[in-house]
Every structure is written in C-alpha cells, then in structure tokens.
C-alpha cells in the first residue's frame, strides 16, 4: 500500500513553468513505477510521462515532449514533473500514479497502475 500526495499545482501564464511533486509514503518508494497524467474538463484521463522503478527510463505524450521532464528522488520518496513552455491545452487535474509491478521500463498504459493520488490542479491562462 502506499499513499501518494501531488502538489505544485496553480495558476500560470502561457510560457511559464511549474514543477509538479508526487510524494509518497508507506512501503519504499523504489519498489513503485511512477505515472503522472492529466485530466481536463469534459475529456478523458491521458497519459503524461512515466518513470521507472530505477529511474533509467522515462517516457513522454507526444504532447509534451521536449517541454515536460519526469525525475525522481528515492531518498526522498519523491517524483517531479517539471513543466516548461506551458500552453493553455495543459490545463487539468495532474495525477501521479504507482504501480509495484517490474516493468523494466517506464510504462503509459493507465491500467496498469495501482495506486493514484487526488490530483492538483493546473490552469494555463492565454
């Protein structure tokens, strides 16, 4: 079981930048993959970018490449999302998700995550 909690969420104008933190608590963060994806009004839950369990893969929407960066700190039970050159089409709920099944990679697909945190809202404004 683990908990998760996003926050670094808010209010930005088109170009700016925010960084995302996923916080987790309960059994140790290494055993988890981490997802974050997003979910704007009126659309469907998509994909974001994904983190291995070792952090040696990532993956990336097309959306967001090159614009979105997925890191994470073990000993800080922690995963960001830096987001850079915002657009007002990023604007959702964020959510980071884990799953304790070995991948071996970044893994996209929704279904495979156990676990996911509330969500923090972000709003590009144009």
């Known amino acids: 079981q683990v908990l998760l909690v996003e926050s670094g969420g808010g209010l930005v104008q088109t170009g700016g930048s925010l960084r995302l933190s996923c916080v987790a608590s309960?059994?140790?963060?290494?055993?988890?993959?981490i997802g974050w994806f997003r979910q704007a009004p009126g659309k469907e839950r998509e994909f974001v970018a994904a983190v291995s369990r070792g952090g040696d893969s990532t993956d990336y929407a097309d959306s967001v490449k090159g614009r979105f960066s997925i890191s994470r700190d073990n000993a800080k039970n922690t995963v960001y999302l830096q987001m850079n050159s915002l657009k007002p089409e990023d604007t959702a709920v964020y959510y980071c998700?884990?799953?304790?099944?070995?991948?071996?990679?970044?893994?996209?697909?929704?279904?495979?995550?156990?676990?996911w945190g509330q969500g923090t809202q972000v709003t590009v404004s144009s």
């Open positions: 309960g059994r140790p963060f290494g055993f988890y993959a």
């Open positions: 998700a884990a799953t304790p099944r070995a991948f071996g990679r970044a893994v996209s697909s929704p279904f495979v995550y156990d676990y």
